[in-house]
């Protein structure tokens, strides 16, 4: 097992299925353009290598399927029922949720039981001029039908000033209403943001800010989090739960077990670094040459990681899989 000098090693890994999202979030994708996937993405074969390969070779254990959008990727299909064959101990996927209704027999019987689904806002209008794309009550169409199938649900809402302050308490209610537990996901400095200093600081909210906002309304007190989570939980008592994923202001590089592999082969070791090591020629390989080399990587890979704070990385979230 590869393991750092601060105990760090893989243990998570989120695979990007595709590029391509039918959103174009203001915060994510500069250039407003919808459905564009990379060149080269690899097949769903060669990403079920890898993902084998890594189990082995990293000592994955956990398995979020990404994107992009993943539910807009012809390779969905194959991609979860192989994957499903792999041992891994927890699958689950990050979506937009407006394909939701319908792939969610899929997910069923691919043995998907815990869905995250962005959401930034209820308000019809500012959910069009955020996500640039899809449709609101579709997603909450989904986010019922999902709910009503027996699946765990997250809510991902990155708190943006000047755009959807005004829904942090909204989306709090609706989702301890319908038990699922909202994530606060601070703004992160990825892309045109981490060029943009003053865009991103115009937006940022902090945890300080939104527990604030959130006590305004609601007693808290903090709750379990795995120690290796993203995320600091909270408990309402005898209400829900709700978290935060505070980037900037409790950064979690520490405990970071996290590993990305883009869809086109690409595996990223951290956010915040530009390092990228390609593994798609690897996948083509036999297990016996393709293990050691891949071991060599997962090292450089690893000795990517911040020691302490994340402080921001040029890739678009969307390429490398939120
Ligand atoms: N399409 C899927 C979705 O919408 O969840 C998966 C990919 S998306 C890139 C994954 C997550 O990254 C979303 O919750 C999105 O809000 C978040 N995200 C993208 N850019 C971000 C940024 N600059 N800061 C914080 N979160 C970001």
């Not at 991609?79 to 990050?94: A, E, Y």
């Not at 969610?104 to 996500?131: H, K, M, Q, V, Y």
């Not at 991902?156 to 000033?161: D, E, F, I, S």
Request: hydrophobic share 45%; net charge positive; aromatic share 6%.
């Amino acid at each position: 097992m590869i393991v750092d000098r601060q105990g760090r090693r893989f243990r998570n890994l989120r695979v990007s299925l595709t590029a391509a999202c039918n959103y174009a979030c203001t915060y994510c994708v500069p250039d407003g353009k919808r459905l564009v996937a990379a060149q080269d993405e690899l097949s769903a074969e060669a990403m079920l290598r890898g993902v084998a390969y890594l189990i082995e070779a990293a000592g994955i254990e956990r398995l979020r399927i990404t994107g992009g959008e993943p539910l807009v990727s012809p390779k969905l299909d194959s991609f979860l029922r192989g994957v499903s064959q792999l041992g891994l101990t927890d699958i689950s996927l990050t979506s937009n949720g407006q394909l939701l209704a319908r792939k969610l027999p899929l997910l069923l019987e691919c043995g998907i039981r815990r869905l995250n689904i962005s959401l930034d806002t209820l308000d019809a209008a500012a959910f069009r001029s955020i996500a640039r794309g899809g449709d609101l009550a579709t997603v909450l169409d989904g986010l019922q039908q999902a709910r009503a199938a027996g699946m765990q649900i997250k809510v991902n809402m990155v708190p943006l000033r000047g755009q959807n302050l005004d829904q942090v308490l909204p989306l709090l209610d609706y989702c301890l209403v319908n038990g699922f537990e909202l994530r606060f996901i601070e703004l992160m400095r990825m892309g045109h943001l981490a060029r943009d200093g003053n865009g991103f600081q115009r937006q940022f909210i902090g945890m300080p800010e939104l527990l604030e906002l959130i006590g305004s309304r609601y007693d808290y007190v903090q709750a379990h989090a795995a120690l290796d989570a993203t995320a600091l939980r909270y408990a309402i008592p005898g209400v829900g739960h709700f978290g935060v994923i505070a980037n900037e202001s409790v950064p979690f590089c520490r405990t970071c077990s996290r590993l990305r592999l883009s869809s086109t082969g690409w595996l990223h070791g951290c956010l915040s670094s530009s390092n990228r090591h390609y593994v798609g020629d690897l996948l083509d390989k036999p297990r016996h040459q393709a293990l050691p080399a891949l071991q060599g990587l997962l090292m450089k890979a690893l000795g990517d990681k911040q020691d302490v704070a994340f402080s921001g990385g040029a890739t678009v979230m969307k390429i490398i899989g939120g």
